[in-house]
């Protein structure tokens, strides 16, 4: 896992003092999540590097964008991307456990997204900064689901990516919460890999979902037209 700044197009990340680097999940995730509905506010749930509040604040016009970040030590790294992007005067990283801000927030937010912990496996490392980064049991998702379902609006969406094994799982919570899914787009490396990712939006409407596929590349570096045409805006390769 590199250590070097990421360069982005119109932002950089520096990710030195970060467990999670970097990565297409979350590229994946900022991209995809419609702002058809023209959100005013954002939330995203476990910011680490501040990537996806950043993808939030290039696309979007939303007046208030925030982020959540428990661990110290990416939580200042979080607000010093933030501060140093073009957008800095209307972002926000909260320092706090997702339980204690569902408590004490009494707003809610137009669009939520989170890129969770979703390791579920009983198997940690002896890196207690990468552990809660990547092992749900910082984040269940039963806490994530229904925090988020009490802070997003009416008419708002709950954004996620997840591994499709955990697709299933995810949504029968989501139910319980009266949370449906309004898109659902299954992710492949490759035309003949199996499916790895899930991307999920969800809202309190139960309506029929829309179903797609995206295949990231044909081949090792040759990425499909799909997947250019959704990142295009961020990469500097595209």
Known sequence: MSNKPFQFKEFTIQQDRCAMKVGTDGVLLGAWASLAQGPNSILDIGAGTGLLTLMMAQRSTAELI???EIDDATYEQCVDNLEASPWGDRLFCYHAGFDEFVAEIDDTYDLILSNPPFYTENYTTENEQRDKARFNFSLPFEELISGAAKLLSPNGTFN????????SYFLE???ANNLFPLSITRVKGNPTSEIKRTLLELSFKNVSSTYSE???????????????????????KM
């Not at 996620?160 to 697709?167: C, G, M, N």
């Not at 295949?215 to 990469?235: A, G, M, N, Q």
């Open 173 to 175: 919570i989501a139910k």
């Open 66 to 68: 925030d982020a959540l």
């Open 214 to 236: 995206l295949i990231i590349e044909t081949e090792r570096h040759v990425y499909t037209p799909e997947y250019i045409t959704l990142t295009k805006d961020f990469y500097l």
């Open 160 to 167: 996620v990516i997840l591994p499709y094994k955990e697709e």
